[in-house]
């Protein structure tokens, strides 16, 4: 078999505009979308969706949080402790975690019931070893040294509550770390949120929470923080590829 060579182009530049032009009686009509004419194309109606202002408000923040230029102090909340590191925390801390209202009403009970019999004793046994909450609680417990882990909510706001404990864990020479999520540390204590949580003592798990402290010291108490770098949007990213390209194009030209 022969092999067929590719045919080359006979027509000349014009001949081919010539080609491309169709004739004025063949030119396509502009769709009509009205009842009975052309069927309309699927339209994503999430698009369209009007969202409530405060859905709008988180939007925009979250945005505006991304394009700003943010200090060092700031700028570690926005890289908080990976999701693997920090559920094994909390999974550890809620060993520790505080006597929720039914526990608390059968202790009480159960300390009533001895004492009508007459068989109180005045201390009943060691202090429980307990995750500590509230933000002044936890600020004392660091300026004494008595704290031998600190975590922090990076969703706080406002943030100038929280942003001053770092710095403060940092000089007191406290282990800290930043999650994700104030809701579950609010799990812990049995409340919806918290800002910050502390542990005095390691009694179960001590072997693992004191691998976990070397963690946090690499992570959070290394080298300084640096600042945050604004993002670009979409639209900007697209602006420079445009401008990039004219650029290489004027370049060529010249070439």
């Known amino acids: 078999m ?12 014009s001949q081919v505009k010539k080609l491309n032009e169709k004739h004025p009686l063949s030119q396509p009509e502009k769709k009509n979308f009205r009842l009975g004419n052309a069927v309309k194309p699927k339209i994503v109606r999430s698009r369209f969706v009007r969202f409530p202002r405060y859905v709008q408000l988180q939007r925009k923040k979250r945005i505006l949080l991304k394009r700003l230029k943010c200090p ?3 700028a570690q909340f926005f890289t908080p402790l990976d999701k693997p590191t920090t559920t ?3 999974n550890i801390l809620k060993k520790y ?8 009403k059968e202790r009480l009970k159960k300390m009533a019931e001895k004492e009508v019999k007459g068989k109180k004793d005045k201390k009943e046994g060691e ?5 500590k909450y509230g933000l002044n609680h936890v600020t004392y417990l ?11 909510a990076a969703d706080v706001d406002p943030i100038e509550t929280v942003v ?3 710095t403060l864990c940092k000089t007191m020479d406290v282990p800290y770390a930043i999650v994700p999520s104030k809701a ?3 799990e812990l204590v049995h409340k919806k949120t918290a800002t910050c949580v502390a542990l005095t003592e390691f009694k179960e798990d001590a072997a693992e929470l004191n691998n976990l402290t070397k963690v946090f010291k690499e992570q959070f108490q290394g080298p300084g923080h640096h600042w945050k770098k604004p993002e670009k949007g979409f639209k900007a990213i697209k602006r420079e590829q445009k401008q990039e390209k004219a650029l290489s194009q004027e370049k060529n030209k010249k070439l």
């Open 184 to 186: 579950r540390l609010g």
């Open 72 to 74: 060092p102090a700031i």
């Open 97 to 104: 975690s505080p006597e929720d209202k039914k526990e608390k």
């Open 88 to 90: 094994k925390v909390l």
């Open 142 to 152: 660091i300026e004494q040294k008595k704290a031998k882990i600190v975590l922090i």
């Open 164 to 166: 001053f404990l770092p």
């Open 127 to 131: 202090k429980p070893i307990l995750v």
């Open 2 to 13: 022969v092999k067929k060579t590719k045919r080359s182009n006979i027509y000349t530049q």
